[in-house]
């Protein structure tokens, strides 16, 4: 990639920058890419009250896209039963804005993230512009997949979800014309060849998350009674909240306190939550997650596919042992048996293992969660997000893996 350091960026998202795990990937490639930059252009729904980096805002100009469909819009028409059909159209919506801005402002180069990025890609084949697009989790076809299977297992019917067949042709199309792309773990890496991305075209950066902010309790919560275990993230069924419902049944209902810190999701997630958690006992917290993790001794990621949950880079920078799956990158981030535990994917009684595990070695948690801070702190503070910085404007390999 060429040397873009004093020329000017523009960076295209889709969510809200700073704002839950996807949005803080955001703020960290628009501080990256704004870095060096003699002008950054921020394009998107624009950023939170609160920003989730320590070193607040970059110097940017921030263009903020129009808002999407009104909610009476969706309300009364199909597309409130097609929860992915109406993702695709948002993004559309928000990525031919994008592009309609580009001769104006003439970028050098571009980051982009993905579902937002084709129509801007487009222009930037045409004109000659460099290119990387931010893919935070595995390939979107292995994603569809997933969801396909958990929809036909738990409810018995299609997913009408994200993704949609028109956003995976989207997306796929985003991966052809994109010069780079960036992935978040190993796992991401192989997700996208295993669909046929060319390896060359993909490297590895890795999550960051404010060390300062998400920092270990003053003190550890008291080892008595039920085992105290939190769950952080969507209750969607790719994040497979199910499957540890399922496992702390097996464990023993009266022996694990489960709090739930995040969204409900859909109709169908929230009839299976009910029917689920009937017994055991199990607290949601909405709201902020550090007051969770804080009161936590264990936390359990037990994805069925992300690039690196960034829920994850959290729990283990406050200090946090955790049970992942083999099906994210957050599994690279665990050392089994000294940081925590890593098990298969989508299974329920390797999961009620691991938990049984942590019971027995309970005295031994706060140990391993000083083991997991130590470990997050060399590989996801502020050193990781200079170190992107520096590989988007100077195509460096520094700490790319391949």
Known sequence: MENTRSGTVAIVYGTVAGVGGLGHSVAAGI????????????????????????????????????????PWAVRYSWLRWRTGQLDLLRDRR?????????????????????????????????EGVTTVLDNPNGH???????????????????????????MVARVEEEYRLADHIRVYSEWGKRSMTRFGVPPEKVHILRQTVNLTRFRPAQSWPAMEGPLRVCYVGSLDLRKGFVYLLRAIRMVGAERIQLRIAGATGGRDCARLLAREREGLN??????????????????VVPTLEDGLPFVLVEGLACGLPVIVTEEAGASECVRHGESG?????????????????????????????????????????PAQLQMLSEWFHNGSRAGVLS
């Open 94 to 126: 928000i990525g031919k804005w994008a592009a309609d801005q580009m001769p104006r402002i003439r970028p050098q180069s571009g980051y982009l993230f993905t579902q937002v990025a084709l129509e801007t890609l487009r222009w930037a084949r045409r």
């Open 140 to 166: 979107i076809r292995n994603f569809q997949q997933v969801y396909e299977a958990e929809c036909q297992r738990w409810f018995g019917k299609t997913n009408h979800g994200h993704p949609s067949d028109g």
């Open 341 to 381: 535990w890593v098990v298969p994917a989508g299974k329920v009684e390797p999961l009620a293992e691991a938990l049984e595990q942590a019971l027995e070695r309970r005295r031994d948690l706060r140990q391993m969660g000083h083991n997991a801070r130590a470990d997050v702190e060399s590989y996801a503070g």
């Open 282 to 299: 199990i607290e949601c917290a909405p709201g902020d997650s550090l007051p969770v993790y804080h009161q936590s001794e264990l936390l």
């Open 31 to 70: 501080v990256a890419a704004a870095n060096g930059s003699q002008a950054a252009f921020a394009l998107g729904p624009g950023c939170g009250e609160h920003w989730s980096l320590p070193e607040g805002k970059p110097a940017a100009t921030w263009l903020t896209s129009p808002a999407g469909l009104p």
